[in-house]
Structure formats: C-alpha cells, structure tokens
C-alpha cells in the first residue's frame, strides 16, 4: 500500500496522489501513477477501477484495455496482471490464494462492507474462503470513525455489535477493521491486520474525513510467478 509522500501533486494532494476523479490537475497524477510503476517495479499497469462503493468483483484480466470499469474488487489467476484499488478512509483488503495461485483486491468502505463485496468477492475467486489470507490495510479507525443510527442499523449482525461503541455525543464509534475481520474469519480466511489509521496519520496518510478533499493511496497485489 502506497502512502501520501514521493510525488509530484501539491496543495491537498501533496504529494503521491493517486487518484484520476479527484480535482488534482490530471499531469500530476498521471506521473504519481507512473512513479508507483517504476517503484514499485509493477509487472504492468494497474487495473485501475471506477469505485462505487458497491460488491462488484470482476476478473481483472478481462478488463485491461479501455475506460476503468465499475466496480469495487479485482482479482486474477494470472501471473503479472496488477490488482489495485484506492482508498482514503476506506478499508483496502488483499486477498491472496495461500497456494500463490490466486490474488484479489477489495474496496471496503462501510457501504461496501454491509452490501456483502467481502461474501462477493470470495465468491469470484477460485475455491474456498479457507484457501486464502487477507491483509487489511490502512482506513480510517474506530476512535475517529463516529457515525450515527443509519450505519449502525446497517449491520444487523449480532456478531456486528462488538465493532461499535457508543460515543459520549450518541453517535457511534466504528470499526471498519473488525467488520471485516467478522466476515472474512467466518468464511475461513486468515486475517492479518495492519492496524493503520489514515485519520490519525497525517504525516503517511490521506484522509477525506481529517482533510475534506484529498488524494488517494493505492493497494496492490499481483502474482510473481506461476
């Protein structure tokens, strides 16, 4: 996972913004996107999405040529096709075949996160919740994600309700990561996770609910070899 520093983007991108729909002057993210390939010694091109906060996954290699498409996750059994999704507060989830033969990636902000794309998904990759380990990645955390009866209510879950707490103001206290960590532990996957806060880390991070509009940084995942 990308974080904010080592590009070109100034002002409330400053500085390795990465993503095409926000305001940043277009030149800038291109050679922001162009540095992630060479640094990151990329195989190829992200196959960069259109985010919807929806449960779409599509088979990233069929979907390499033209516009991005729509859709919230990617994954791919073939060797040197780049997965990627952004994220600003959202929780990026990689999602890797423990047998290297098959790698996905997961835009999971909490609409995504109660309209099932974890359950979608797993559903597009090959085999069983128990032949994977996920990552997740760098979101927004519990002490700064304060929402209200709406979000709660849209995680009906019993198991749901030790990701919420609730805050001095009546709103809610939620944690992306352990809703995720519900849904991917009880569909067998492995679970490790990074533990990082985008609100609280200025200094590596972008932050649309710290920051209003900011860049985006990028998760990745690929296969190396077959």
């Given at each position: 996972?990308?974080?904010?520093?080592?590009?070109?983007?100034?002002?409330?991108?400053?500085?390795?913004?990465?993503?095409?729909?926000?305001?940043?002057?277009?030149?800038?993210?291109?050679?922001?996107?162009?540095?992630?390939?060479?640094?990151?010694?990329?195989?190829?091109?992200?196959?960069?999405?259109?985010?919807?906060?929806?449960?779409?996954?599509?088979?990233?290699?069929?979907?390499?040529?033209?516009?991005?498409?729509?859709?919230?996750?990617?994954?791919?059994?073939?060797?040197?096709?780049?997965?990627?999704?952004?994220?600003?507060?959202?929780?990026?989830?990689?999602?890797?075949?423990?047998?290297?033969g098959a790698v996905a990636a997961l835009?999971?902000?909490?609409?995504?996160?109660?309209?099932?794309?974890?359950?979608?998904?797993?559903?597009?990759?090959?085999?069983?919740?128990?032949?994977?380990?996920?990552?997740?990645?760098?979101?927004?955390?519990?002490?700064?994600?304060?929402?209200?009866?709406?979000?709660?209510?849209?995680?009906?879950?019993?198991?749901?309700?030790?990701?919420?707490?609730?805050?001095?103001?009546?709103?809610?206290?939620?944690?992306?990561?352990?809703?995720?960590?519900?849904?991917?532990?009880?569909?067998?996957?492995?679970?490790?996770?990074?533990?990082?806060?985008?609100?609280?880390?200025?200094?590596?991070?972008?932050?649309?609910?710290?920051?209003?509009?900011?860049?985006?940084?990028?998760?990745?995942?690929?296969?190396?070899?077959?």
């Amino acid at each position: 996972m990308t974080t904010r520093s080592g590009g070109v983007s100034g002002g409330a991108f400053a500085t390795l913004n990465l993503g095409a729909t926000t305001v940043d002057d277009p030149a800038s993210v291109a050679a922001n996107r162009a540095h992630l390939r060479r640094a990151a010694a990329l195989p190829g091109d992200p196959v960069w999405l259109r985010q919807v906060h929806g449960t779409c996954v599509l088979r990233a290699d069929a979907a390499r040529d033209g516009a991005p498409p729509e859709a919230d996750g990617s994954w791919t059994d073939r060797v040197g096709v780049v997965c990627v999704v952004m994220a600003a507060d959202c929780l990026p989830i990689l999602l890797a075949r423990r047998d290297g033969g098959a790698v996905a990636a997961l835009h999971a902000g909490w609409r995504g996160l109660a309209a099932g794309v974890i359950d979608a998904g797993l559903a597009a990759l090959p085999g069983g919740g128990d032949a994977y380990q996920a990552w997740l990645g760098a979101r927004i955390g519990p002490e700064h994600f304060l929402v209200h009866d709406d979000v709660r209510a849209a995680f009906a879950d019993d198991a749901d309700a030790a990701a919420f707490r609730l805050a001095a103001d009546g709103r809610w206290h939620g944690d992306l990561g352990a809703l995720a960590g519900i849904r991917l532990r009880r569909n067998g996957v492995a679970v490790f996770d990074s533990g990082l806060c985008t609100a609280s880390d200025g200094d590596r991070f972008f932050s649309h609910r710290r920051d209003g509009p900011c860049g985006r940084m990028a998760a990745l995942i690929w296969r190396m070899s077959g």
